[in-house]
């Protein structure tokens, strides 16, 4: 089991930048030949969506159409550490962010394909 703790929320105006991070530990990405790492978003009253994830072997990455071209999803493999780059940021993106991890490659962007959690980072964009 992979352990994941996120870091790095906080309260920003709308237009500004944030940069999420999901630091693992336990049974790391090192004992797969690879693994898939993704964000998912859940605001109040709304279901947990799909943010972005990536082929850790790869550092090839994927995105909700939501948030292409202004988020940016990258790791350091040294540290089992993988970083949100948010910017752009707009009002509709304030949430609770969760990091998630799987052995191999996840096809799909459905939350329950993702096995390990993080505890939930706040974004708070204001307008």
């Known amino acids: 089991q992979v352990q994941l703790v996120e870091s790095g929320g906080g309260l920003v105006q709308a237009g500004g930048s944030l940069r999420l991070s999901c630091a693992a530990s336990?049974?790391?990405?090192?004992?797969?030949?690879?693994?898939?790492m993704g964000w998912f978003r859940q605001a109040p009253g709304k279901e947990r969506e799909f943010v972005a994830k990536i082929r850790w072997n790869t550092d090839t990455a994927f995105y909700a159409d939501s948030v292409k071209g202004r988020f940016t999803f990258f790791r350091d493999d040294a540290k089992n550490t993988g970083h949100l780059q948010m910017n752009s940021l707009k009002p509709e993106d304030t949430a609770v962010y969760y990091c998630?991890?799987?052995?191999?490659?996840?096809?799909?962007?459905?939350?329950?394909?993702?096995?390990?959690w993080g505890q939930g980072t706040q974004v708070t964009v204001s307008s």
């Open positions: 336990g049974r790391t990405f090192s004992t797969y030949s690879t693994y898939t």
């Open positions: 998630a991890a799987a052995p191999g490659w996840i096809v799909g962007r459905n939350p329950s394909e993702f096995g390990s």
